[in-house]
Nanobody, 124 residues
Framework: QVQLVESGGGSVQPGGSLRLSCAAS????????MGWYRQAPGKQRESVAV???????NYADSVKGRFTISRDNAKNTVYLQMNNLKPEDTAVYYC??????????????????WGQGTQVTVSS
């Protein structure tokens, strides 16, 4: 089983910055994609940014130019640097990791895990 631990949320004023981290641990064989999603009150969860094993990235249009996703493969950790934050960025941010994990008898199976969520509040 793969566990994710998030950190780095908080409250900032508009224009401020925050950096989120998400560390994956457990019986990881390989990681294919690591991403950040967010859910604001009364809204559906949406994709914010994704980084794949080859290094390619995708961003939501609303965060392009302000957010940067990166990963440290040695630490199985994904980061989200958020600059020039806006009130509309207020949400609970969740990390998601997809890959393959070791199971009993030496078998490998796909997994998809979610972090516990961290609150980001942007307000003056």
């Amino acid at each position: 089983q793969v566990q994710l631990v998030e950190s780095g949320g908080g409250s900032v004023q508009p224009g401020g910055s925050l950096r989120l981290s998400c560390a994956a641990s457990g019986s990881i064989f390989s990681i294919n994609a690591m991403g950040w999603y967010r859910q604001a009150p009364g809204k559906q969860r949406e994709s914010v940014a994704v980084v794949r094993s080859g290094g390619s990235t995708n961003y939501a249009d609303s965060v392009k130019g302000r957010f940067t996703i990166s990963r440290d493969n040695a630490k199985n950790t994904v980061y989200l640097q958020m600059n020039n934050l806006k009130p509309e960025d207020t949400a609970v941010y969740y990390c998601n990791v997809e890959g393959e994990e070791w199971q009993t008898m030496g078998l490998i199976a796909p997994f998809a895990s979610w972090g516990q969520g961290t609150q980001v509040t942007v307000s003056s």
